[in-house]
């Protein structure tokens, strides 16, 4: 009592803090834990020993304990060393969030692994694409087994559980009857589960599903993403449209060519415009139709039409009849665009902050952000309209790349020529304006597009990469058609899943609890009686800290990230936490470079759709809030748009807000206008029990989708060759090969391997080449008769079969087949005449003229393996050094087209050839298309 009244200013509470901890459990009972506290330099709080009995007496349970309390550094490794290495020895397992797995991981393997303690960690990362084997389930089963009796403790993702679950129901349907058995015996394991951070482990939105069967295209697919494409054009060139949206959204200024963003801001203001807003986009629509829907100018007018597309009380009934089926469709799609609110879910989205595009993924659809900057790993959206909406904003907004720009113009310059110009003149319309003379004189026209022109690529990328009418191109032929393809069955994991345990040993904590009214039913939230104040510590730490700015916007109608720390730098702020994703655009290196003061003060960020828990986590990252931190809020215009600042509580009353619409959007089903229909939903299921179907808000369905790994069928084209006569070889004395201490020697006819490439079109860009002393003789470069029209020798190139070494000069013969023949007979004679071995040896190796006949594929595999027998070095006293020399390997390997660069002198030697060739011609593009790295 006397240290609480003598407790004041800020060093005072954290240090009252620590003098009232106490020891309230037995070290009898729990040695480990005196072990872990000697070990890591801390004392148990009683709140923390209170959480931790509580999950050990109750399974079942999730508690919640606010941020910094020690949930994972402190309760999680005192639930390890109470659980594992148990008589029952029961399998434990933490499922930790993806995102944090890998900290978590290194925190237990140096805390408990790597210390007295000696408990051992384990990971078992599970996707789709891994291929089981019986041997492989046996080891897993092995390792669980293990990990159990040595008091070891399994971190997986929920993803990683969730996947071998449906690995097993996906062998089921495949017939693998053996790996299933298998599976269910690790799958019945006896364990027990601890969730970190369950509110967000078990949220509802989480599922993960495998995709089943052949993938189909999406019905309608053409008229869907058409149709996406045809309203973000009217909203694109629409003034109107724009100043009735004026007062409730943000937009964006851009250059002539690129989409103006528009982003809209939810509220009471824009639901009661957005009827006007519908009904004004189609109007504008129907007036300038696209090409595909020019038909849409007969409607124009037409209310029954009208009403079917803009209203979803409407139904096909109000259609005119004769409308053709096709025209149906996509009236259909229209109306799901429209009517359904589709255009405007996604239009209230924020680019780069809940979706985007994951250029580092092989799948180019947009995907949903965890935070900002942050795409999600695996996740994708579920439903496939908000999907194309999204991707097409995404890119209008980042622009292409330099190969999705090439691939727009092989795609357009693949099409009809009228179809080339029609497409054409648009894109060139809408970018010219910026264009100086120069530039528009040699792209004016699509006749004058040269793919293979570098330059003239640059100047297409400049001026089209940002172009709405490429973008829209380039997406609807190159990326919907292939990325957008359905199944026709899926397998489905959820929640539910992750909390179902044989036996009901499952607990769990977090620092928030909004989610507990959603857990799934094989847990409940019970916090503790003397926790129950949790949120609302958290509160008051927030209202205690009245700071309070509300941004304006720029020029340009945005709010910059610059703008934002600019505001915390002139505060003198130690950290800011931007739980409202203001800085979204800037990566953490441009920020940091402009942070540069740094005071015990922290500033939190505050944006639209910041639900409560997001706020809370973030607040909760400043760990000395109340005992000598203070924090400050900065909010975007369009967070609290309209109101009256009041600070702190109508930000806890807008993410309080946002939290029960993120809520029911998510659990889905009927809002509340539709009172009649729960009424009549009630007492039909009084009555059937079933009977009436619910629509169900599904625009923001999220799920993680396992594909299966795909075999690559590469398409083989048989090639016409035009006909062509053969070249007669002419004969010579291949029996000086063995003894001739040179080529000159032989007194015939040779090429090199420049003189080759100058016949070729591949090479023929090559006018340099080191002297590696590699020649051709007449009758392997010469294969056919090329009388007056000169041909290229691509396609009748020899393959390099057999070579003769001359180690006195330093010289490689290539051979053709008819060659090499002739002079294997002639190495075989001398090798068996009368004369003895010794003699020969000893004659070559005083005149140095031991030549070698070499096999290439003999030479080369016995460069790269050294394996003993391929290369000649029992039939003399020695190997050549040249046939151990890289460069004349790696020339011939060039020449004949083989990039498998096993060894780092042949990696090398390469690099240094295309150097030399790069220095001495300027153009080495042929020779660095086969380098391997």
């Known amino acids: 009592m006397f240290l609480e009244a003598e407790a004041k200013g800020q060093v005072y509470p954290l240090l009252l803090q620590e003098l009232l901890v106490f020891r309230c459990w037995r070290v009898e009972e729990h040695p480990e834990w005196l072990v872990f506290e000697v070990e890591e330099g801390l004392q148990i709080r009683p709140v923390q020993y209170e959480v931790a009995r509580k999950l050990i007496k109750d399974p079942g349970c999730v508690v919640q304990l606010n941020m910094g309390e020690g949930k994972t550094r402190v309760i999680l490794p005192m639930l390890i060393l109470h659980w594992a290495g148990k008589g029952d020895q029961r399998l434990l397992r933490i499922t930790a969030l993806t995102s944090l797995i890998n900290e978590l991981f290194d925190f237990l393997h140096r805390h408990l692994c790597a210390s007295v303690l000696q408990r051992k960690v384990f990971l078992l990362p599970f996707h789709r694409d891994v ?52 599976l269910n015996q690790f799958l019945a394991l006896p364990s027990r589960d601890c969730l970190d951070e369950s509110d967000e482990v078990l949220r509802h939105k989480y599922q993960l599903i495998y995709a089943v069967g052949s993938p189909i295209p999406l019905p309608e697919g053409p008229d869907r993403w058409n149709a996406a494409t045809a309203l973000l054009r009217v909203l694109h060139k629409s003034n109107r449209l724009r100043n009735l949206l004026s007062a409730t959204s943000v937009t964006g200024n851009g250059d002539c060519e690129a989409f103006k963003s528009l982003r809209l801001v939810p509220g009471a203001e824009l639901n009661a415009v957005m009827p006007r807003v519908r009904v004004a986009i189609l109007e504008d629509l129907m007036e300038d139709p696209p090409y595909d829907f020019a038909w849409l100018k007969n409607f124009q007018g037409d209310s029954s039409v009208i009403r079917f597309l803009t209203s979803p009380e409407e139904d096909d009934k109000t259609l005119p009849e004769g409308i053709p089926q096709d025209r149906i469709l996509a009236m259909l799609a229209f109306r799901g665009l429209i009517a359904c609110s589709v255009l405007e879910h996604c239009l209230t989205k924020r680019h780069s902050v809940e979706y985007g595009i994951r250029r580092s993924h092989g799948k180019r659809l947009a995907v949903p952000y965890r935070a900002s900057n942050t795409p999600s790993e695996r996740s994708e959206f579920g439903h496939p309209d908000c999907a194309i909406l999204l991707t097409l904003l995404s890119y209008f907004s980042d622009g292409l790349s330099q190969s999705e720009l090439r691939q727009a113009f092989e795609t357009l310059l693949a099409c009809d020529e009228s179809i080339q110009e029609s497409h054409y003149d648009v894109w060139f319309r809408l970018s010219c304006e910026r264009m100086p003379e120069e530039d528009r004189a040699c792209v004016e026209r699509v006749s004058m597009v040269d793919l293979s022109n570098e330059n003239q690529l640059d100047v297409l990328y400049e001026y089209f990469h940002m172009n709405f009418e490429t973008i829209a191109f380039w997406v609807c032929h190159c990326l919907f058609p292939c990325e957008t393809s359905q199944y026709p069955q899926k397998l489905l994991a959820n929640a539910w899943h992750l909390a179902q345990n044989p036996d009901g040993l499952v607990g769990g904590f977090s620092g928030t609890d909004d989610n507990h009214r959603a857990l799934p039913l094989q847990v409940t939230q019970q916090n503790l009686a003397t926790l129950s104040g949790t949120n609302g510590k958290m509160v008051k730490i927030i209202l205690d800290n009245p700071e309070f700015q509300n941004l304006e916007v720029g020029d340009d109608g945005n709010l910059h990230w610059k703008q934002v720390l600019q505001t915390a730098a002139s505060r003198g702020v130690a950290a800011l936490i931007d739980c409202g994703a203001l800085t979204a655009g800037a990566s953490n290196s441009e920020i940091a470079r402009e942070l540069l003061e740094f005071l015990a003060e922290g500033k939190v960020t505050v944006g639209p759709k910041c639900s409560k828990d997001k706020l809370m986590q973030a607040v909760g990252r400043m760990r000395q809030l109340g005992k000598g931190q203070s924090l400050e809020f900065i909010s975007s215009p369009e967070a609290l748009k309209h109101e009256q600042c009041d600070g702190p509580f109508l930000v806890l009353q807008r993410s309080l807000q946002s939290t029960f619409l993120n809520g029911r959007a998510g659990l889905g089903g009927p809002d509340d206008s539709d009172g009649a229909l729960l009424n009549e939903i009630m007492r039909r299921s009084e009555s059937y029990g079933a009977g009436v179907r619910v629509t169900a808000n599904v625009l923001d369905e999220e799920y993680e989708r396992e594909l299966e790994v795909e075999k690559e069928v590469e398409k083989e084209v048989e090639k016409q060759l035009p006909s062509v006569q053969p070249n007669h070889e002419e004969d010579w004395n291949t029996a000086q090969l063995p003894i001739s201490r040179s080529i000159r020697d032989l007194g015939i006819e040779v090429v090199t391997l420049l003189t080759i490439f100058g016949s070729t079109v591949s090479l023929k860009g090559i006018k340099a080449w080191p002297n590696t002393a590699i020649f051709a003789t007449k009758n392997f470069h010469q294969t056919i008769l090329m009388h007056k029209k000169r041909l290229n020798l691509d396609d009748y190139l020899r393959p390099v079969d057999a070579l003769v070494v001359f180690p006195a000069s330093g010289e490689v013969l290539l051979l053709s087949e008819r060659e090499a023949d002739s002079a294997l007979e002639a190495f075989w004679n001398r090798s068996n005449s009368s004369e003895s071995f010794f003699s020969k040896w000893w004659k070559a190796k005083s005149y140095n003229t031991q030549n070698f006949f070499i096999n290439w594929a003999l030479w080369r595999n016995g460069f790269l393996s050294k394996l003993p027998g391929l290369l000649p070095t029992d039939a003399v006293s020695g190997l050549p050094d040249l046939l151990q020399d890289a460069s004349r390997l790696v020339s011939i390997q060039v020449f004949m087209g083989d ?23 300027g153009d080495a593009r042929a020779i660095k298309e086969l380098e391997p790295w």
């Not at 690995?167 to 349907?173: A, C, G, N, S, T």
């Not at 990039?899 to 011609?921: I, M, P």
Request: charged share 30%; proline share 1%; aromatic share 6%.
């Open 131 to 182: 291929l089981l084997t019986v041997e492989d389930v046996k080891v897993m089963i092995s390792s669980m087994k293990f990990c159990s009796r040595s008091g070891g403790v399994l971190l997986v993702a929920p993803e990683h559980r969730l996947s071998l679950q449906l690995k097993w129901h996906e062998l089921r349907l495949q017939g693998e009857d053996t790996l299933c058995d298998l």
């Open 899 to 921: 990039t498998r660069f096993k060894e780092e002198a042949q990696k090398k030697e390469l690099q240094d050839l295309v150097t030399f060739v790069d220095r001495s011609c």
